[in-house]
């Protein structure tokens, strides 16, 4: 039943090794969002695609990208982690810019 | 700059006692949301607020907004200990239900 699916729930990787986050949805919804939420934190947009159109935060590092091949599918890459990357990165979708959004899971990334 | 402030961030309560968790925000908005996180989960919606003296009422839990005076109000009856978790005010900006910005959220501690 789950609706908004986050590959992998954890996920580790090394202090400036690359490193991507996957995000499926079965709603076919339009848009989809990337959130960043550091420990005690409240979530952060970083960026979100509204189909193909990709809107970028204006204060999200260049380090971050994200790639949106098909409706289902959007990926969060991060080129570079440093240890302040370390957080969980939620992937959320809406079915326009006007109706609530759907949470994942989330992924934690530890970078070591 | 549109800023959501939450007041308590820490609330530690009795089983059976009531409380509220108070969010204010600073520049006009068309909407607000309530979430709810476990530890280490993503986020539930709760409620949604459209307009000014908009109230929503689920299980224990009952939401209003007053966007006149810019605040919110989650007002907790007869708490139990499941309703323990972080809770999180956010009013989104940009017109887009992506662009939210969050409160810091509450997390609240509901003791035997």
Known sequence: ?112 | ELKVEQNPLFLSMQEGKNYTIYCNYSTTSDRLYWYRQDPGKSLESLFVLLSNGAVKQEGRLMASLDTKARLSTLHITAAVHDLSATYFCAVNYGGSQGNLIFGKGTKLSVKP
């Not at chain 1, 709603?27 to 990337?34: A, R």
Request: charged share 15%; net charge neutral.
């Open chain 1, 1 to 112: 039943d789950a609706m908004v699916i986050q590959n992998p729930r954890y996920q580790v990787t090394q202090f400036g090794k690359p490193v991507t986050l996957s995000c499926s949805q079965t709603l076919n919804h339009n848009v989809m969002y990337w959130y960043q939420q550091k420990s005690s934190q409240a979530p952060k947009l970083l960026f979100h695609y509204y189909d193909k159109d990709f809107n970028n935060e204006a204060d999200t590092p260049d380090n971050f990208q994200s790639r949106r091949p098909n409706t289902s599918f959007c990926f969060l890459d991060i080129r570079s982690p440093g240890l302040g990357d370390a957080a969980m990165y939620l992937c959320a979708t809406s079915r326009d810019l006007l109706t609530p959004l759907h949470f994942g899971n989330g992924t934690r990334l530890t970078v070591t």
